[in-house]
Every structure is written in C-alpha cells, then in structure tokens.
C-alpha cells in the first residue's frame, strides 16, 4: 500500500505491483469444450474473458477502460467478505467469486476497484441452488455466442446430466485453481432447513423460494451495503461529470 495517495477518488493512478480483489463472475466453457473463461454479473455481461484480460469499454466507446468518463472497466471489490456477501444477492447466487491480481490503471472505491487488467488466481464455488455445496458444472441454459454459461451442482442435483468436474474445468483455465468455497460461516443467512418462520400447515416450499423467504433481514444490511457503496461510487461519478457539463454550458 506504501505510496498510495490517501484521496479514494484519485483520478487514474497506476499499480506498480498487483493488488489483490474479489469478483463475481459466471463460470463460462467455448462452444468446442477445449477453453473456460468468465462473464460478468453486471456491466459487461455480454463478453467473456479469459484467466488474463485487458478491460475494453463494454459502451463501445474507443477509450482505454477504465475512464472517468464511462462506466467500464473490470470491477473488483476488496475483501473476499464483500463478494461473498455480494453472492448472497438472487440475482448473483450461481456466479463464482474470482480471486484476482489486479494491474494497470486503476479507479478506487470505498470497497474495490474498478481498472484495466486481471489475472485471475483462483476460482471459489458456491452454493447448488439446494443448498448444498456446489461440486460439478453443468450447463445453465444461457450463454453468448461461442460460449455457454455453466453453474455449479451438487452430487444429487447432477443427475444424470452432463457435467464438468471442477479439476477439468481448472484445465480449461490453464491450471488456474477450482475449488469449493467455505461453507460453513457463520454470518451465512441461507438457512435451508430452518422453517420456523414459515406458516403452520403450509406445505414446504421449493428449495429455490424457500431461500429467499428465509434471508434475515439483519443479514442483508452488510450485503446490501456493500454494493450501494459501488452503485453509489458510481453514481458520485455521474453527478461530477453532469456538474462539470453543466458549468461547461
Ligand atoms: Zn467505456
Ligand atoms: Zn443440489
């Protein structure tokens, strides 16, 4: 950290060593099965990248990424809490979280980074949507032209679909680890079993609803804050360039 100015919003500063972040990410396999690569949750949803890649602007814009002006740019945020807490989220609960080195030009936030090239060291998995730990791939259903997503399973919801175990999928990334996240934390606010809030006589609801109903509400503050603190970063950035746009006028 030596060196770095201590104003979070300093305009384009440059990484003399790579720092380390955490992202989420879905796990993605080339439609010929021979390369694995990543997607975005959010912004940049539409292209894939590799273990190493160079942001490009996800607008189209002819900018090198990440620029004040535009929104693009690869996203980390700074501890493996916060995107761990970040996956809690439905809409992110099949993504993997990507442990990154981050390098190059670089935009700082309160909890991350938004900046211009990634390696990626380490793939952690998650949940199967019942709950249980993730262990296999299998197809999700989506995909972008040459790729399909993938999401990760457990050993009875595999079936007899077909999968692709974390060591291959950790071969098609050239080497680059795969592994099963922590399951046991205790902050977790995914409580599968405990039904206790729910109504008396009312049948069990699918695993999949029966997680959202069961999200404690004191859990959600720290996840919910962790990402209205990039959406608000983002936001701030909006509003000084309009302001600057209107003076300018
Ligand atoms: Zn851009
Ligand atoms: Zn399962």
Redesign the pocket.
Known sequence: MAGWPSSRRTPKERLSTPLVGYKLAHPMVSADGTQGGFCGVTLGRASVYRVVADAE???G?R?S???R?????FYCVNTLDDARALACDPDYRYAVVLEVAVSGRFLRYEKGLRYARQRVGAVRVGRCGCGHAGTVFVEAGAGTVGWRRLVAVCTSCVGNRPSITMAEFSRLLDGTPVMQDDMARPYDPVRPYDLSGASAGEDEAPADTRDLDQVDNAALVPLLTAEVALLQARLDEIQRQLGRLTERG
């Open positions: 602007c996800a607008q814009g900018h990424s990440p620029s002006w535009c929104d693009c740019g």
